[in-house]
Structure formats: structure tokens, C-alpha cells
């Protein structure tokens, strides 16, 4: 009798702990997690019955690194930017993914296809494309910019500018503006001609910008009309603007597309519910849904005809969509493999030159 | 313990020993009984000894060691299963039996392709391209693009390699790369005051417009002594305000120093920002009184006047609370006395009050200037481009660049800055001045 009690014990409590599966995933926080939460986690808990803990960072490759390299992961998926995707793979901190776990598209085109070329890494599978715009104020500016030449012009529309406080896409906006071709943007910047050329452009404006670091930061100086124009992401531009109904306009000319990737650290303690839920939301019409809470574009070719309305049920997300043709007439796709590899160098030189 | 065994030394020289009742001598047995009331004593203090040794004093300890110790070059470590292999092996081999400056010969280059084959088995291509790429920009993708083609190559290697990339000619990288074939290393110090070691391996600045780190802790200094300043010109009239009013007035007003104190920085950082904008509350009320021209607002944020604004006030109750706490039992009568003796209001305050508050203005300058040094969140919200402090940069490398050896680096010459002005108070004022309530 006793004997028969403690089997049934120990089989409810594997049963049990079976049940109990979770995954710990990690993101940027706000308006964005808040998309993926909406998008990911609920129906993955609905349909897996698998639990998903969020959890933010400011920037999720760093606590990674941190955990990986302390034997102490606590983080199954984490949501990074591809340079850091690229390097952590690199540097043995990630786990290196089957593509063949992805679902493919409902037409099926195979997953290696469907995902936008760059989209897939050893280590990584993108969920959404995101861009770095400039964008104003329409009541502080008298004249509309409509292009990335006039953020540099001074003399027609004077007023302070807005800058993310990096060298990363700043440079390759400075260029643009100098008059560099897109697609000539990369090369240029290897030489030190090239870089030089960068930082003369910006010091042009030097005296005249006000750096910002968090994403929620160029919304609150564009309202405020510290600034009369800034870069920024897409998404919280267009979250201010028809969410807070705040007179913002993006313009599109010289916008920097950037995936953000799912990656999954060494030692993650929920190694197979990560899998299950990276193939789960990266499929196309969880990435479809999740353009509807944020104007972020889908990674798979297939989502770009599900994408809807806005949360609000009125606003069409295509063109808003940093992907969407119109918007791409003179876009940049920033070059992961350069930032890898020369972030650190043009940091350092960018705090010389913001310092001095 | 000194005075019992100083008061049984004439006795224990005597023949006949003091015993207790059980026999055992008195001295033995007041022994016993003390070291029982130590043990129990440390047994008290062993959890906030833990405490500090796991969470302060361990962490430090293995940060500094960071800052000296790098092995990206040497060793490889699995992160999946955590064994280490030694890598680089033919390379370093090479440069022990080549002294430096050697010109690199075949025999280099194809101890370099043997070890990227290793390097490609193991996936740590990435970290070693990393590790070199600190201290020799730009060169982490040859590490990356040669180790995918490692298998491929064949004798000659030389050439071979140089096919891959004629980067690899370049003499500051083999010299970085000797370098870091020992884990032990002072380039990160080095870089943390914008020296490097050229191609020869001889010190020299780096190059202008790499320059940051010694500016930055110029900076960090002089707005710090500069903050401690201002908190003790501002504190100094509040504090004997609250330490001469009646307790009944003095105990309101001392609630408008601490309301601050209890408010979230990051509350008060912003507040300053709403405040000194240049569509804020102070240039609108400048504007609207005809003083400043609207399109002549003052920029008072987002450069060296805002970090120094906010951090006044954000480090005032710093040197408030010390000094009340000094000011409030001085005695008036001292002053009335010295008064009385014909001394003028202000020589009675500067020979009688004011060396009498010396131990709270150490303690409050103290106290604000270690907390400036160190500050981080107000400059990064309101600095701008020039009220940036070494902090701002200890925090990019910890977390963006992730060079944790440098970070490590800085973060130890902040420290080793600090002891020394700590050292030098302690001669200047003496440390045995130092009231903090």
C-alpha cells in the first residue's frame, strides 16, 4: 500500500513538473515588449500550454554575456540587434539553430527562403526589421525637410537636431547627407578618409545637437520642441504619433533597416521550450500579428500581406512599415559584419570627438 | 585583554600561582573565558563578514584582476560543457623562440594556419578576433574570414594568408599579437590613459583623435571639487539656519532638505530637465520678462551646466545633514563669550563657530566628493557632450563595447585616485576629524 502511494506520488510529480514547462524570454521593454507579449507569449501560452516569463533589459546581449560567461544562465531566448547577435555567436556564447525547426510559409516556400536575405545566422532567427528615421515636429518647423540633407542643413532650418548618442548609424547618416550613394555608404566608411569625412560632416552640427540614448527619449524632445528634428526608431515615432496623436512625421530618405534577432544563450535551462518558442514565433502569422501593436516590419516575405490594422482598428500598418516600397526609395541596410567589427574602434573615436 | 594580562603579570611571577576553584590557573582560565567571548563576538560579525567578502570585497577583487589579465589569446573555454584548451599554441611557440621585431617568416605564417584550424574546431575564432581587435582596431574580421578558410590553405602560408588578406602584413598586428600571447598584461592601463605600444613595442600616445580618457578624468576631478564647493557655499548658511532656529521651526524646514533626499534621482534629474530646457520653465519666465530674446534661449541642459546644476543639488543633502549634525551642539555661548570679549561678529565666526563645524565640512566634502566622482545617471541624462564624466565611459565599456578589461581598468584608476585624495585628507585634515552624525 505504501509502496503503491509513493509510485503514484513520484509519477503525479513527474506528470506534474512536466506540466509545469516555462521559458524565460528577454527583451527591450515597453511598447516593444508589450507587442511581443500580445503577439507571442499569449498565444504560445494558449496553444502550448507552456509558460513564457518576460523579462527586459535595457540591452539583452549584455546580461547574456554576463550569465553565459558566469555558468549562471537564467535566460532561455533573448531579443538582440544582429551586430551583437553576430558577435556573441562568434565569441561560443550562443547556441547554433537548425533552420529546419522553422516552420515553413503557408504556400510552403521553405523557411530558408521565405525569411528576408540576412534575416537567418547561424545563431540567430530575425523577428522584425526596424529602422533608424529622422523625424519632426510639424508644428516647430516652417518649412517641411524632406530629406536627410536638410537634418544637416542649418541655414534652412535652423533649430536644434537630435542624435542618438553612438556612432552607429550616425555616421552612415552623415554620409548620405554628404552625398554618398547608399550602397557606397560601407566601403567608404573603411577607409579613414571616409571616417574623417563622417565626423567633419557632423561637426557641422555639432554645436546644435542634443544626444539622446533611450528610445523613449527623441518622442519627449520632439513634443516638447527641444529639438525641432531627430533621428529615432520608426516604431515610437509612429506609437506618439497615431497612438498619442502627436504632429510627428517620418521621413523616410536615408533610413537605416536593422533586424532583431531571437538567439538562445549556451547552458539556457529551457533549451527545448526556447526552440519551441523562437519556431513558434517567428512563424508567419505570429510575426504578421505582431505588426499590429508596433509599426516594426515582419522578417518573412509571407507576413507582409497578413500585416493589418494598428491595435487602434483603423490605422493600416503597411505603409507605416519601415519596409513598406515607398519608404525605400533611399534606404541603407545597415552592415552587421562592419559594426562587429569596428564598433569599439568608432565608439572610442566618437567619445573622443563628442568630448573634445 | 591588554589591561587584564598587564594587572596578573606581577602575580604570575610570583611562586605560588593564583588557581580558581577548580584548580586550573587564573590566567589560563580568564584566557579561555575571553577567547569564548571573541568567538562568540566574530560569530556575531561572521555574517556581515560574509556579506562583504561575497558581495564587495570578491567581486572587487576579481574585477581588478580582470583589469591585468586577459587570456582571449591563450585559452578557450567551451561554454557548453566548460572545458579549456590551450590555443595559439604555434604561434606563441613562434614568438618564444623569435625575439620581438622579428620580421614574421613562413614559419610564422604556418604556425598561424595550424592554429586556425584548431581555432575553426573550436568556434573561437570569434573570441580571439576580439581579443586583438581591443588593441589593434579593425581586425577582428581577418580572424573571422582567414578561420573559415584555415582547412583550405597550403604551403606557401605566407602568401597564402596574405591572399586572405593583405592585412595581415601589418607589423602593429604582430606586435599586438605577442602581446596578448601572455594573459598577464598592462595594456589595458595603457589604453586607459591613451598610451598604447606601437610596432616595436615602445609606449607612445595613441593618436588625437583617440584621446579621451585622461581629459575625462581631468573633468571628472574638477567638476567634482567644483560640486563639492558649491554643496558647501549652499549647505553651509542652510545648515546653521536648521542648527540656531528653534527646534519646533527648524524640524519644518529641515523636512524641505530631506523631501529631496527621500525623491527618486531620476525624479529630480528630470525635474532639472523641465526646468532648464530651452522651452522650460526658466527661459519661458526669462523670455516672457523681455530679459533674453526668444530666439536667444539660454542653453542651460544638456552640456557641463547642467551636470553641474543638478548634481549640486542632487549631492546638497550630502553636505547638509553632516554639517546640521556638527552645528547642532555647538554651544552659543562660546560665540556669545568671544563677542563679549570685544571680537567682531565675523572674527568671532571665523576663530570660535566656524573651526568647530571643520569636522562636518571633512565629513560632507568627503562624502560628496566620493559620491561625484563616481556619478553616472545624472551626467549620461543631462551632460550633453561635454558634462560627461569617466563613469559615463567605465559604463560603455561594461556594457556596449563589452571590453570588461578596460572598464576594469579605468574603474581601478578611479579607485587608486580616490584612495590617494582619501590618503591625502587623512594627512591634510586627519581622519580622526571626520563626523558623519
Known amino acids: 500500500m505504501k509502496k503503491t502511494l509513493i509510485m503514484t506520488t513520484a509519477l503525479l510529480g513527474t506528470a506534474f513538473a512536466a506540466n509545469a514547462q516555462e521559458v524565460t524570454v528577454m527583451s527591450w521593454g515597453g511598447a516593444y515588449t508589450k507587442s511581443q507579449v500580445e503577439a507571442y507569449h499569449k498565444p504560445f501560452t494558449a496553444e502550448m500550454g507552456i509558460t513564457v516569463n518576460s523579462v527586459d533589459a ?68 530575425a523577428n522584425i526589421v526596424w529602422s533608424t528615421v529622422m523625424a519632426y515636429n510639424t508644428e516647430n518647423n516652417e518649412n517641411a525637410p524632406d530629406s536627410i540633407d536638410d537634418f544637416f542643413n542649418l541655414a534652412d532650418f535652423p533649430g536644434k537636431r537630435g542624435l542618438r548618442k553612438n556612432a552607429k548609424a550616425n555616421l552612415e547618416m552623415a554620409l548620405m547627407a554628404d552625398g554618398v550613394p547608399a550602397d557606397e555608404v560601407y566601403a567608404m566608411l573603411e577607409t579613414d578618409e571616409g571616417v574623417d569625412k563622417a565626423f567633419a560632416k557632423l561637426d557641422t552640427i555639432k554645436d546644435e545637437v542634443v544626444w539622446w540614448e533611450a528610445g523613449a527619449q527623441p518622442p519627449q524632445l520632439l513634443a516638447d520642441g527641444e529639438v525641432v528634428m531627430s533621428t529615432a526608431y520608426n ?112 565608439n572610442e573615436r566618437f567619445n573622443a570627438w563628442l568630448a573634445q | 585583554m591588554a589591561d587584564a594580562t598587564m594587572g596578573s603579570a606581577p602575580v604570575s611571577d610570583a611562586p605560588e600561582r593564583l588557581t580558581t576553584v577548580d584548580g586550573k590557573p587564573l590566567k589560563a582560565a580568564l584566557m579561555a573565558a575571553e577567547a569564548k567571548a571573541r568567538r562568540r563576538a566574530f560569530f556575531l560579525v561572521l555574517p556581515l563578514l560574509a556579506f562583504v567578502l561575497v558581495t564587495f570585497v570578491a567581486p572587487i577583487g576579481q574585477m581588478l584582476h580582470r583589469s591585468v589579465h586577459n587570456p582571449g589569446f591563450t585559452e578557450h573555454t567551451d561554454l557548453s560543457d566548460g572545458t579549456q584548451t590551450e590555443i595559439m599554441v604555434n604561434l606563441r611557440a613562434w614568438f618564444d623562440a623569435n625575439p620581438p621585431g622579428t620580421e614574421p617568416d613562413e614559419a610564422a605564417y604556418a604556425a598561424l594556419t595550424a592554429d586556425f584550424v584548431v581555432l575553426r574546431e573550436l568556434r573561437a575564432q570569434g573570441a580571439v578576433g576580439t581579443r586583438i581587435n581591443y588593441e589593434a582596431p579593425g581586425t577582428r574580421s581577418l580572424f573571422t574570414k582567414t578561420a573559415r578558410r584555415a582547412e583550405r590553405l597550403e604551403a606557401p602560408f605566407k602568401e597564402a594568408i596574405l591572399d586572405v588578406d593583405e592585412d595581415w602584413a ?77 527646534l519646533k521651526y527648524s524640524n519644518i524646514l529641515m523636512i524641505f532638505v530631506l523631501l529631496p533626499f527621500w525623491t527618486s534621482l531620476l525624479v529630480r534629474t528630470t525635474s532639472w530637465i523641465v526646468l532648464l530646457q530651452s522651452q522650460g520653465v526658466v527661459n519661458d519666465t526669462l523670455v516672457a520678462s523681455g ?147
Open chain 2, 170 to 246: 601589418d607589423p602593429k598586428l604582430w606586435q599586438v599579437m605577442r602581446d596578448a600571447s601572455s594573459a598577464y598584461t598592462i595594456n589595458f592601463y595603457l589604453a586607459a590613459v591613451d598610451l598604447e605600444k606601437n610596432e616595436t613595442g615602445e609606449i607612445v600616445s595613441v593618436n588625437e583623435n583617440r584621446q579621451v580618457y585622461v581629459l575625462l578624468f581631468q573633468r571628472t576631478l574638477i567638476l567634482s571639487l567644483l560640486i563639492t564647493f558649491l554643496t558647501f557655499m549652499l549647505g553651509f548658511p542652510i545648515a546653521h539656519l536648521l542648527a540656531t532656529l528653534p
Open chain 2, 291 to 437: 530679459l533674453v530674446a526668444d530666439e536667444s534661449r539660454i542653453q542651460m541642459i544638456y552640456n557641463q551646466t547642467g551636470t553641474i546644476v543638478a548634481m549640486t543639488h542632487i549631492l546638497l543633502p550630502f553636505m547638509v545633514l553632516p554639517l546640521y549634525s556638527v552645528m547642532r551642539p555647538i554651544n552659543p555661548s562660546y560665540v556669545r563669550a568671544a563677542r563679549s570679549l570685544g571680537a567682531t561678529s565675523w572674527t568671532a565666526f571665523r576663530r570660535i563657530y566656524f573651526p568647530q563645524t571643520v569636522p562636518g565640512i571633512g565629513a560632507g566634502a568627503l562624502l560628496v566628493f566620493i559620491l561625484a566622482v563616481g556619478y553616472y545617471i545624472t551626467p549620461a541624462l543631462v551632460g550633453g557632450s561635454d558634462g560627461q564624466l569617466i563613469s559615463n565611459l567605465i559604463a560603455f565599456h561594461m556594457t556596449r563595447s563589452l571590453n570588461w578589461s578596460l572598464a576594469a581598468a579605468l574603474a581601478a584608476l578611479l579607485l587608486f585616485g580616490v584612495l590617494i585624495l582619501y590618503w591625502l585628507y587623512d594627512r591634510l585634515v586627519g581622519i580622526d576629524n571626520l563626523k558623519l552624525g
Open chain 1, 58 to 125: 535595457d540591452n539583452p546581449a549584455t546580461p547574456i554575456k554576463a550569465q553565459v560567461e558566469a555558468g549562471n544562465v537564467t535566460v532561455d531566448v533573448a531579443d538582440v540587434e544582429y551586430s551583437d547577435a553576430v558577435r556573441l555567436c562568434d565569441e561560443g556564447l550562443l547556441v547554433e539553430l537548425d533552420h529546419s525547426m522553422l516552420p515553413d510559409a503557408p504556400d510552403g516556400t521553405p523557411a530558408a527562403e521565405d525569411f528576408i536575405e540576412g534575416a537567418l545566422t547561424d545563431c540567430a532567427v
Open chain 1, 235 to 346: 516604431g515610437r515615432i509612429f506609437n506618439a504619433a497615431v497612438g498619442e496623436g502627436q504632429p510627428f512625421e517620418i521621413v523616410w530618405d536615408g533610413q537605416i533597416l536593422d533586424f532583431d534577432l531571437f538567439v538562445i544563450p549556451q547552458g539556457a535551462p529551457n533549451m527545448e521550450e526556447a526552440k519551441k518558442f523562437i519556431a513558434f514565433a517567428t512563424d508567419t502569422q505570429r510575426l504578421a500579428d505582431q505588426a499590429s501593436w508596433i509599426s516594426y516590419g515582419p522578417a518573412r516575405q509571407s507576413s507582409g500581406a497578413l500585416v493589418g490594422l494598428y491595435s487602434d482598428g483603423k490605422t493600416e500598418m503597411a505603409p507605416h512599415m519601415p519596409t513598406a516600397e515607398a519608404n525605400l526609395e533611399n534606404a541603407l541596410v545597415n552592415n552587421f559584419e562592419f559594426w562587429a567589427d569596428r564598433d569599439t574602434e568608432l
